[in-house]
């Protein structure tokens, strides 16, 4: 195979066609107009992975309905930080909507719980209570009469013939989003912009120059040309595949970071009938044993103009780290530094490989039966199961060294912020533009005094929302050498 090399230094090289690159194109193409910008997806297409519509559950993540947020239904920081971070993903989409016009890829979709259970009913109760003092969920409502539950989503009730405690709760502001047409369509942006978007584009390898530069190695799979590429700054936004990119570029942040690949079912129906009588998201609580993302909920969607209903998620397992990955993935991610790190992980989750068991020798029969325990009335004739996005886990090192699964989204950035990375799932897209903000401050904190106006006219509450972070959980970075962040242009 030839060389497809170029002399070119480039200023900021995406590594995968997802929300996330995506999002950072879309700030970095506004805040230096003039940086050289590559966009590398190694499908025929952007959004082929998790942040496509049919991938994920498209749930607009703002703490309204997760449980899995907040176990303690005493402290509601995690889901008000999420509202919080939800909220400039808000204005930051509206603000775009002034540069030209955005795909409907939004929805008003009331967010629901549903609980069963004298346990959960007093765990539902007091969770409201809690929230309800911040005015995020001031307008959160709560009931455990079924009559009310049947006017606010008919199909929780009709059928049911158990008669146990029951409660419910809603917000009217939650969202459903098509992350799908979302990143497509910023995508275009950062293209019209001056962005160089290369698909079927698939990089194998990263190494740091002695010059500081990064050099980015990979394979055209359209014309089996290699390709080879110069950066000063790289951001691997390559889903399940992240982790192994990271590693090949030696991030000593990662050492001792494994995955555990999780993928996952659906069942959909689009009969007309049926979709037009549920107009929300509801999530239940969890399986024992079951990770966070494997919260059971009723979803509305709405993807291309089209309505549908989805239930799920049931898990299923693969090595396979991404949708459209190899079976190799996994392996490839095993280091000395982090078998032990597996290992543990394991030992210490037995309770998720028993649900994990379970979840594979499931039958369609039983599966439906959980859809039931949401809908009685189901009918099995309107649903089929479709299969969703594939997802890895992060499992991360202790002070002991032994593994502990995370369930969430977790920035990486090198010491001298030239290479950064995005591992685990959930919130994920739904706080994207708050990730690459926080990634903006950590790697060109020398930048930030001419950024923060341009930033603020694009999320207006952004000074707040970075002052609350500052004072709580990240301590300001050090100022680094301007030759550290010398791309950028007239620095």
Known sequence: MRDNTSDTIHDVVLIGGGIM??????M????????????????????????????????????????NYMPDPT???????????????????????????????????????????????????????TLRSSPVFSEMEYTDDPETIREWAPLLIEGRTDTGPMAASRHHAGTDIDFGALTRWLVDDIAARGA??????????????????????????????RFHLRSRFVFVGAGGHALTLLQKAHVDEVRGYAVFPVGAQFFRTDNPVVVARHDAKVYGQADVGAPP???????????????????GPYATLSTRLLRHGRLSDLFRTIRLRNATVMVTAGLRNLALVRYLVG?????????????????????????????????????????????????????????????????GASPGASIAPAVMVELLERCFPNKQDSWVPALQDLMPDLSRETARRHSTTIAPSAPRPASNIRWLRNV
């Open 21 to 26: 690159s995506a999002t950072l194109g879309a």
């Open 196 to 225: 160089d978007v290369r698909l079927r584009h698939e990089v194998t390898g990263l190494n740091r120059r002695e010059d500081g530069l990064w050099v980015i190695t990979g394979r055209d799979r359209s014309s089996g040309q």
């Open 293 to 311: 993302m494997s919260v059971p909920h009723l979803d509305r969607r709405m993807v291309d103009g089209t309505p549908s209903l989805m239930f």
């Open 75 to 129: 402290d509601g920081t995690t889901a008000q930080d999420i509202a919080r971070r939800f909220h400039l993903s808000r204005q930051f989409w509206s603000s775009l909507t002034d540069t030209g016009t955005m795909p409907e890829f939004l929805t008003p979709a009331q967010h629901m719980d549903v609980v069963f259970g004298e346990r959960d009913v007093e765990y539902l109760r007091t969770r409201v209570d």
């Open 28 to 67: 970095m193409s506004r805040l230096e107009p003039d940086a050289s910008i590559i966009l590398l997806e190694r499908l025929d297409e952007i959004a082929g992975e998790s942040s496509g519509a049919w991938n994920n559950a498209g749930t607009g993540h703002s703490g309204y309905a997760e449980l």
């Open 359 to 423: 979840q594979l020798t499931s039958s369609k029969k039983r599966k439906f039966a959980q859809l039931r325990r949401f809908y009685p009335g189901a009918d099995p004739a309107d649903w089929s199961l479709v299969q969703a996005g594939q997802r890895a886990q992060l499992i991360k090192p202790d002070e002991r060294g032994r593994g502990v699964l995370t369930f969430g989204t977790e920035l990486v950035t090198s010491a001298d912020g030239t290479i950064a990375g995005l591992l």
